[in-house]
C-alpha cells in the first residue's frame, strides 16, 4: 500500500476481524457504535487511507445505481491459510458499498465446486454481477460464464474463456524472486507449489524456470516439490530430496513458511543452510522467523481495479476490460544466505 497502513493493521491494533474493520469504515451493520467511533479513530490516527479513492469516485459516479455485486470464494481460500483472500475480499466489499452496490457473499463449498452447483443468487439471479477471488475450477467458471451475469475472475484467470480478469503479475514475481537468489550467488535452486492447482502457481513457475533458463543453470525434476493435493489442500508434510539445492522459491508465503518449519524440525537452519523465498508479503512473512523474502502483491489496487471493472460492468453488461496485471515488487527480508 502507498501509505503503509493496512485494514489488517487496524484490527490487529484493536485486537478485531479485517471484516468487522471493514464494516466500520464502510458504515455497514453489524459493528457497535462504540467500536465503530473507536476504529475509525484509529484508523484516522494511523494515517489509513484507501488508495485511489478519489479517482475511483470520479470514475464511478455513474454506477450508484443501488445494484448488487455476488462475492464468491473457494472454501479451500478461507480456512486457516485465507487471510490474504480475508482482506482483498474486505477491500472490494468496502469498495462495493462506497458506491451503493450491494456486496453478496458466498463460499463455495467442495462438493459443489466439484458438482458444478451454483449458489441460488446466481442460478436465480438475485445479483447484477459476479465476482470470483481465487482459483475455481475450469467446469466452475464455464457454468458462472454461462450464466450470462457479467463476470470477473480475481487473483487467477482460465485462459479457454474470455473472462476479464485481474491478477498479480505472477511470471515476472516468480522471475524476480529467483533473479534475486542468483544475485545472492544461488546456482542450484528448486521450487515448491503444486504447478497447476492455479494459474498464479504456474505463472511463478513458469518465471523461475525463465530465469534458471537464461543462466544455464542446472535444473532437477526432483527440485520441484508439490505443496498441495488437486483440491488445493496443503500437504500436511513436505517430502525433501536427498540431494538438496541451496535454495527454494515458494508459490506463497504460506508454503514459504510451511517449508521453514519442515527444514527446521530436519535439522536445517535457514537460511544458513538453505534459503527460502516466498510471494505475497503478508502477515505470516513476518511473524516466521526469520521473516521471508518475497514480493509484495497490492492488495488495495487489485482490489480498487477490481470493483472499477465491476461497476462499469454494472453500468453496461457490455463492457470488457480483458486481462489486467499488476507488478508487483521485491521485499528483501531475513530468508536468503548471501554466497558471493
Known amino acids: 500500500m502507498k501509505n503503509g497502513v493496512k485494514m489488517l493493521d487496524i484490527a490487529k491494533k484493536l485486537g478485531v476481524s479485517v471484516v468487522t474493520v471493514s464494516n466500520a469504515l464502510a458504515?455497514?451493520?453489524g459493528v457497535s457504535d462504540?467500536?465503530?467511533?473507536?476504529?475509525?479513530?484509529?484508523?484516522?490516527?494511523?494515517?489509513?487511507?484507501?488508495?485511489?479513492?478519489?479517482?475511483?469516485?470520479?470514475?464511478?459516479?455513474?454506477?450508484?445505481?443501488?445494484?448488487?455485486?455476488?462475492?464468491?470464494?473457494?472454501?479451500?481460500?478461507?480456512?486457516?491459510?485465507?487471510?490474504?483472500?480475508?482482506?482483498?475480499?474486505?477491500?472490494?466489499?468496502?469498495?462495493?458499498?462506497?458506491?451503493?452496490?450491494?456486496?453478496?457473499?458466498?463460499c463455495i463449498t467442495r462438493p459443489n465446486e466439484r458438482n458444478v452447483i451454483l449458489p441460488n443468487t446466481l442460478s436465480e439471479r438475485k445479483v447484477d454481477g459476479v465476482i470470483?477471488?481465487?482459483?475455481?475450477?475450469?467446469?466452475?467458471?464455464?457454468?458462472?460464464?454461462?450464466?450470462d451475469i457479467p463476470l470477473l475472475l480475481v487473483d487467477f484467470y482460465d485462459s479457454r474463456f474470455n473472462v476479464d480478469s485481474v491478477t498479480s503479475d505472477s511470471f515476472h514475481?516468480?522471475?524476480?524472486?529467483?533473479?534475486?537468489?542468483?544475485?545472492?550467488?544461488?546456482?542450484?535452486?528448486?521450487?515448491?507449489?503444486?504447478?497447476?492447482?492455479?494459474?498464479?502457481?504456474?505463472?511463478?513457475?513458469?518465471?523461475?524456470?525463465?530465469?534458471?533458463?537464461?543462466?544455464?543453470?542446472?535444473?532437477?525434476?526432483?527440485?520441484?516439490?508439490?505443496?498441495?493435493?488437486?483440491?488445493?489442500?496443503?500437504?500436511?508434510r513436505i517430502d525433501f530430496p536427498d540431494d538438496m539445492?541451496?535454495?527454494?522459491?515458494?508459490?506463497?508465503?504460506?508454503t514459504a513458511f510451511r517449508v521453514i518449519s519442515a527444514l527446521r524440525a530436519k535439522g536445517v537452519r535457514v537460511p544458513e543452510d538453505i534459503s527460502v523465498v516466498g510471494y505475497d508479503n503478508y502477515t505470516v512473512s513476518d511473524?516466521?522467523?526469520?521473516?521471508?523474502t518475497t514480493v509484495e502483491v497490492d492488495l488495495e489496487q487489485m482490489a480498487s481495479i477490481s470493483v472499477d471493472i465491476m461497476a462499469k460492468k454494472l453500468a453496461d453488461p457490455s463492457y470488457s476490460a480483458g486481462r489486467r496485471i499488476i507488478s508487483g515488487r521485491l521485499i528483501v527480508k531475513n530468508s536468503v544466505l548471501d554466497m558471493n
Not at 539445492?245 to 515458494?250: D, G, L, Q
Not at 511473524?287 to 521471508?292: G, L, Y
Open 245 to 254: 539445492p541451496t535454495a527454494f522459491v515458494c508459490n506463497s508465503d504460506e
Open 34 to 106: 462504540q467500536m465503530r467511533a473507536k476504529i475509525c479513530e484509529t484508523a484516522e490516527k494511523m494515517g489509513y487511507k484507501p488508495s485511489n479513492t478519489s479517482n475511483s469516485r470520479q470514475k464511478t459516479n455513474l454506477t450508484k445505481i443501488g445494484k448488487s455485486a455476488g462475492i464468491l470464494t473457494s472454501e479451500r481460500f478461507v480456512g486457516s491459510m485465507g487471510t490474504f483472500y480475508w482482506e482483498l475480499t474486505a477491500n472490494i466489499s468496502n469498495k462495493l458499498s462506497s458506491m451503493d452496490v450491494i456486496p453478496v457473499y458466498e
Open 173 to 236: 514475481g516468480g522471475y524476480i524472486l529467483t533473479d534475486h537468489l542468483v544475485e545472492m550467488g544461488h546456482r542450484r535452486i528448486g521450487f515448491i507449489g503444486t504447478i497447476n492447482a492455479t494459474s498464479s502457481i504456474n505463472d511463478r513457475f513458469l518465471g523461475y524456470i525463465k530465469c534458471i533458463m537464461e543462466n544455464r543453470f542446472e535444473y532437477k525434476r526432483e527440485w520441484l516439490l508439490d505443496d498441495r493435493d488437486d483440491t488445493g489442500t496443503l500437504f500436511e
Open 132 to 147: 470470483v477471488i481465487g482459483q475455481v475450477s475450469r467446469n466452475y467458471v464455464e457454468a458462472l460464464k454461462n450464466t
Open 287 to 292: 511473524i516466521c522467523i526469520p521473516a521471508i
Open 27 to 29: 458504515g455497514r451493520e
